[in-house]
């Protein structure tokens, strides 16, 4: 689906909606820029579940909604089969260096996410975390971090070694994708330890 993209204050309630929006960052104020994707199935009276997506080294928040690397916009037409909106924020420091999505990457992602389910109509039982490389190890960090807030996680490509919190993954499945080409180098340091520690604690990770 080829939707326009808009760039506005108050956006329509009603999808299908490519928009590109800013929040006020709670550092310092400036202005942080995000992507979301609506589905025609958002109308503005019923919620919608919502994907987190975190982009990777190098990324910004148009890289799983315009790059050719990412399907040149296939987050939107799965989104739109599923009637689900789409977030990616921006995971950089006002210097533009990756944050690995803590710090500064971690609080903008928080602020993305309130922004979004305070203005729009969004499921808060079903948001579910996704990313690649730095977005895949950000992705396992949050889920980790915040299980109130995120119904599941989807790391790719990640490298996330910190088993400490991975207790807190009670009730939050987690399923990892690994390339073929990155195993086992950065599963051995990522999806291999942590899956493994999952599985000791009766929980539901892949």
């Known amino acids: 689906m080829n939707a326009t993209v808009t760039t506005q ?43 987190l997506a975190l982009h990777g080294t190098g990324g910004d928040q148009n890289k799983y909604f315009d790059h050719p690397t990412y399907g040149d916009g296939l987050y939107k037409r799965e989104a739109e089969k599923h009637g689900m909106a789409v977030l ?25 996410l309130d922004e979004v389910c305070r203005r729009f109509r969004i499921d808060r039982e079903r948001i579910v975390c996704t990313g690649q490389s730095m977005g895949g190890t950000g992705t396992t960090y949050l889920c980790c971090r915040y ?9 790719l490509a990640s490298n996330y070694g910190h088993l400490a919190l991975v207790a807190n993954l009670r009730h939050m499945p987690m399923f990892y994708v690994q390339g073929a080409d990155d195993w086992p180098y950065y599963a051995k340091t990522g999806p291999i330890p942590l899956t493994e520690e999952m599985r000791r604690l009766g929980y539901d990770g892949t």
């Open 9 to 51: 204050p108050t956006p329509t309630p009603a999808g299908p909606a490519d928009l590109a929006l800013t929040f006020a960052s709670p550092l310092d104020g400036s202005p942080q820029p995000y992507r979301l994707y609506l589905p025609t199935a958002y109308d503005g009276t019923r919620e919608v579940p919502l994907l």
């Open 88 to 112: 990616c924020p921006l995971g950089n420091d006002a210097l533009g260096r990756p944050t690995e999505w803590r710090g500064t990457g971690e609080l903008h992602v928080l602020a993305a």
């Open 147 to 155: 299980p109130d807030i995120f119904a599941a996680g989807i790391p």
